[in-house]
């Protein structure tokens, strides 16, 4: 799991065309600089990054601080910035970039990691494959990650479900609605997603719903929290928990405002991609539902939702706020 304590900072994939300078500086200050590779090796294959697909992590303030490329099945290029080291940014620039080849269908990555680096890229889930040999002067270990086995295995039978998880379960008031969110938030496979006015802190607003939901962020490269605000207004002046977490993960807690005039099937809903659904009414005291197992509605409201993630916008208020 991340720490919250890290420096907030974004990543995002970036063509080398319109962002070869900042890359190239990253790289050229770690691997030349730095590592003393020369530099006709570090850049001596243009075509290459021509064709790679490369991940750039910028600070809140938009400074480059890391990069990595994705060249066919190999990953490379792992560089960030020595003043922004244990902050969790290599790991997650990996992690983005394991996500989206798992997007894009690919079954295999390999790379070519430093002697040095093997325990880094193993907790991530690299596999040691061969001897150690030199690449531009340094020790180097060939390492593989099987992006099969992050896919579901469709010949496995789903397990038995307790009768009791298909009960729909009434809530009455905030302290019963957050204990039943922390509850459904681990059962989620891969994402969660929550519908809110303005997500409502007596409810949202603490420790345990904040760090359920960033357990799950974390838990796996597909992993995804999607936060859809009716009114973002109130959250522009505090310092709410989810906003805090999706300022700081911001490519893993996604927080996008809702359509004017949208109509939506609960006032306030959180659903699971592991079918757990959680609805109630605002009020005082809030009164709602929730139920542990229900395929048929959790899909009908996942599939609502991203209808009407489809029409939503960022909410660059909260995005250039000071953390």
């Known amino acids: 799991m991340e720490s919250l304590d890290y420096h907030p900072f974004e990543i995002r994939p970036v063509p080398w065309a319109a962002a ?3 890359l190239r500086g990253i790289r050229r200050a770690v691997f030349v600089a730095e590592q003393g590779i020369d530099e006709a090796i570090e850049f001596g ?9 490369h991940w750039l992590a910028t600070t809140e ?11 066919d099945e190999r990953l490379g290029r792992l560089a960030v910035l020595p003043a922004q080291r244990r902050q969790g940014i290599g790991g997650a620039l990996v992690r983005r970039a394991i996500r989206d080849a798992l997007d894009q269908g690919l079954e295999r990555l390999y790379l070519h990691a430093q002697s040095t680096a093997v325990g880094f890229y193993e907790a991530l889930g690299f596999a040691v494959e061969g001897e150690e040999f030199r690449e531009a002067g340094l020790a180097h270990r060939r390492m593989a990650y099987d992006l099969n086995r992050l896919r579901p295995a469709r010949s496995v039978a789903p397990p038995a479900v307790d009768p009791e998880s298909r ?5 009455e008031g905030a302290p019963a609605l957050t204990a039943k969110a922390v509850e459904l938030v681990p059962t989620a496979l891969r994402r969660v997603r929550i519908l809110s006015t303005s997500l409502e802190p007596a409810v949202f607003d603490n420790d345990p719903v904040r760090d359920s939901l960033l357990a799950l962020a974390t838990s796996h490269p597909q992993a995804e929290v ?3 605000i009716r009114d973002p207004r109130p959250l522009v002046q505090g310092s709410h928990r989810l906003v805090k977490l999706a300022q700081r993960l911001s490519s893993l807690v996604l927080l996008r405002r809702l359509a004017a005039d949208s109509a939506t099937p609960e006032d306030e809903l959180l659903v699971t991609d592991g079918d757990g659904l959680l609805c109630w009414q605002a009020g005082r005291p809030p009164l709602g539902y929730a139920i542990r197992h229900a395929p048929r509605a959790a899909r009908q409201l996942t599939e609502t939702f991203d209808e009407l993630w489809q029409q939503s916008r960022e909410i660059t208020e909260l995005r250039t706020l000071s953390l």
Do not use: F, I, K
Request: charged residues 30%; positive net charge.
């Open 20 to 22: 070869s300078g900042p």
């Open 45 to 53: 294959d243009p075509e290459a990054d021509r064709r790679a697909r």
């Open 61 to 71: 303030t938009g400074e480059p601080v890391g990069c990595v490329r994705l060249l």
């Open 167 to 171: 009960v729909r379960q009434p809530l």
């Open 226 to 228: 999607r936060l859809l």
